[in-house]
């Protein structure tokens, strides 16, 4: 039987991009592989309750704030759950059918007719055909019309192209949906009481400060030769600080950003180990993102 053109399609254009990695289904040695091979920290119970969701074939919304790590690991998690590496959707309101399910090419559409021939796959299809996962990123950034293309999907694990005639199922259950949400981004519309009783919400929390050396030391590798203590701590209370009182909000990423570049600094001005001066100059570059914040910042950095 010859192969659906479509389906043929999404191999040709999406398959070498898609790359395998090892399938992992137990809570337990996905938290271990997490850690080993892309070098993050999670939390037993984020992994638990995204497995179990999975497990029950509902989509998920990891909520949290900026730089907590929701978009790294819900990837990570879509790609081990399906053994393939996940797409990744950065939503925004211009976000349709066309741009994730699939459209014609003008030029083929207009000369050949609106066919399998002229029809583009988008991403959405592909994961769906290739049986992998999708994170929506910031899905709160989507409209209303998008949000309502997704409950067709999750309800009834299916795609539907008018234009082709033609629908596509599931087929095995490596196909997932993780959506992230910033609940303090102002650049975002509501989700309908009708989606949110189709999702599993997770909710993301900054580390502790224990966490957050542990992430530093773990990402920084031998870097952090270069880092005392002293000088960690006193980046991880600043940074606590700045999330109570500034605009800008930094991240875990933020945190580790900043002492990659103090650590690179020590290391280009020739010293053994990084001092105050480093880990000022680098917090001055790395922390301050608003300018609202200019004043804490340097009272803090001191």
């Not at 992992?24 to 984020?46: A, C, H, N």
């Not at 066309?98 to 002229?118: C, L, Q, T």
């Amino acid at each position: 039987m010859e192969e659906d053109p479509i389906i043929k399609k999404v191999k040709e254009i999406y398959g070498p991009v898609i790359k395998s990695v090892p399938k992992i289904r137990s809570p337990d040695l996905m938290i271990k592989y997490l850690k080993e091979r892309y070098k993050l920290i999670v939390k037993p119970y984020i992994v638990y309750l995204t497995i179990a969701a999975f497990m029950n074939n509902r989509p998920v919304l990891y909520e949290g704030p900026p730089g907590t790590g929701k978009t790294e690991i819900g990837e990570a998690i879509l790609s081990l759950w399906a053994g393939r590496t996940a797409f990744v959707l950065p939503c925004s309101e211009s976000y349709d059918e066309y741009r994730v399910i699939g459209d014609f090419h003008p030029a083929m559409a207009m000369a050949k007719g609106f066919n399998e021939e002229s029809f583009i796959p988008r991403p959405l299809l592909a994961a769906l055909i290739l049986d992998t996962g999708v994170l929506i990123d910031e899905i709160r950034r989507s409209n209303e019309g998008f949000q309502n293309l997704l409950l067709d999907i999750i309800d009834k694990r299916r795609i539907i192209v008018p234009e082709l005639r033609k629908t596509y199922y599931q087929y095995s259950d490596g196909f997932q949906i993780i959506m992230t949400s910033n609940p303090l981004d102002i650049a975002q519309n509501e989700l309908s009481d009708a989606f949110m009783r189709r999702i599993i919400r997770i909710e993301f929390r900054y580390p502790t400060p224990e966490e957050e050396y542990e992430i530093i030391m773990l990402r920084l590798g031998d870097l952090s030769q270069y880092l005392t203590d002293g000088i960690i701590s006193r980046a991880i209370k600043i940074v606590g600080e700045l999330r109570r009182k500034a605009i800008y909000k930094p991240g875990t990423a933020d945190l580790v950003s900043w002492l990659t570049i103090t650590a690179i600094l020590a290391k280009t001005r020739n010293k053994s180990k990084a001092d105050i001066h480093d880990l000022l100059d680098a917090g001055r570059s790395v922390l301050l993102k608003d300018p609202e914040d200019e004043n804490i910042v340097e009272e803090l950095l001191g």
